[in-house]
């Protein structure tokens, strides 16, 4: 028994592990993810010092120290030093934001879907690739010494997006979210470290949790880094591109909605080609359905990275990747994404008129804002309003890292809902909610 009496000791958490249990660090791990999973601890909660739960459990330090690893490395617990540990805001959030099936009695407006009126020329162009008489080598598998044109094709889709590359530099995903793992899985070793906003994207959360890297939120500045809707000026992309060099880091530029802009700023990759791998996905600036992402490697990555991508994927569908890049060599691609503009404009006009008495962070073209919230209410509250009333939004408690504080805001998906009469009625939805809280 520990020499000091905790009976009447302040303590955050006073675990009940079962000792017998081997090993005993596993067991301290699971009870804290059971009692975060009941409530005991909340979002925030920091807890005891490792020498003082030590010294409670009758334990050795080291044993804590890696029940607390564990739990850091799945994204249960945050770490700052000279601060303590914290329960994560995002320990219970649920990170994977497109449901399994369409929820039928909602308006959705939570997921980042671009509007469905504009795939005419992918449309057309399919059933004519169909009609060709070598049609069926669409569907056999692809090889990559037959890619040469298609990899071309990245290249003018890529330079439209900001960044200059060739050919040798180019790779194919099923996807962004794809890429990402591929690259996380070569170049990362679980506990390794990736600087990030303090609200980032989903999907690399679940990735880093699956691969135990860890995300660290880093304080940005003007909240450029943040995916709340804002555009890095050119002159703070010079300046990461510049850190990189100096301490021979690379970045990872998921370049999702560089195209959603009329004259795109340069991508920071052009500052530092070397130091950036550059992802273009298709699915927010043409079509999600195309499941195909480009990624412009570094050649002392490229390798690595293809490996993983070739064990994650095999290879990409041979009939998406002949059908995006006469998509783009024939400059259909232009129209696409200029139709997905003018929508985005229209809805965001709407957005702007019947919530104009409230804060909504985005830009014009942009596919997603960021409501800004009363005092009075969290996101994560407002998300589940919003659900009894009929509308999905998604709260920032789920891009929230580590013990970062969560904005109080929710994410609106203006592209989302099928008709213009859907988003009003969604929008309305929202709006009477706002005015209970006012």
């Not at 506990?191 to 990735?207: A, Q």
């Not at 480009?294 to 490229?302: M, N, Q, T």
């Amino acid at each position: 028994m520990p020499i000091n009496s905790f009976e009447n000791y302040p303590m955050s958490w006073k675990p009940s592990v079962d000792k017998t249990r081997k090993p005993i660090y596993q067991a301290i791990a699971g009870q804290l993810e059971q009692d975060i999973i009941k409530g005991v601890l909340l979002p925030g909660t920091k807890l005891p010092p490792q020498r003082e739960l030590a010294d409670y459990l009758d334990l050795n330090l080291s044993t804590i120290s890696k029940a607390f690893k564990v739990c850091e490395l799945r994204g249960l617990l945050s770490a700052t030093v000279g601060s303590g540990t914290f329960v994560s805001y995002d320990a219970l959030s649920n990170a994977y934001l497109l449901e399994d099936i369409k929820p039928s009695h909602l308006i959705e407006m939570g997921a980042t879907l671009p509007d469905n009126d504009s795939y005419e020329p992918l449309l057309l162009q399919l059933k004519d690739m169909l009609q060709e008489t070598d049609y069926e080598k669409w569907f056999s598998y692809g090889r990559p010494g037959e890619s040469l044109w298609q990899k071309d094709a990245a290249v003018k889709l890529i330079r439209r997006g900001g960044f200059k590359t060739t050919v040798d530099h180019i790779l194919f995903a099923n996807g962004g979210q794809n890429a990402i793992a591929a690259i996380l899985a070569s170049l990362y070793q679980p506990g390794d470290r990736i600087g990030v906003d303090h609200h980032t994207y989903p999907g690399l959360k679940t990735v880093a949790a699956m691969l135990s890297v860890q995300l660290v939120p880093i304080k940005s500045e003007n909240n450029e880094m943040s995916p709340t809707a804002c555009c890095m000026s050119v002159e703070n992309r010079e300046r990461l591109a510049v850190i990189a060099k100096k301490y021979n880091q690379f970045i990872i530029e998921d370049a999702t909605y560089h195209l959603h802009h009329e004259q795109p700023m340069p991508a920071v990759a052009s500052y530092a080609p070397e130091q950036v791998i550059y992802i273009a996905s298709l699915s927010k600036s043409i079509a999600p359905g195309l499941r195909l992402a480009y990624v412009a490697a570094p050649s002392r990555f490229k390798d690595p990275i293809a490996k993983a991508l070739y064990n994650l994927n095999i290879s990409v569908s041979p009939l998406l990747a002949e059908l995006t890049a006469r998509i783009i060599v024939s400059n259909q691609f232009e129209s696409l994404v200029e139709n997905h503009r003018e929508q985005a404009i229209l809805r965001n006009r709407i957005v702007n008129q019947c919530l104009k008495n409230y804060t909504c962070l985005g830009m014009e073209t942009g596919i997603f804002r960021w409501l800004l919230l009363p005092e009075k209410i969290t996101g994560a509250e407002f998300e589940i309003l919003a659900a009894q009333q009929g509308v999905q939004v998604y709260a920032a408690e789920r891009f929230v890292v580590g013990n970062s504080c969560p904005a109080r805001a929710v994410r609106i998906a203006v592209c989302a809902p099928k008709t213009i009469r859907e988003l009003e009625q969604g929008l309305i939805i929202l709006k009477r909610l706002l005015n209970d809280y006012l």
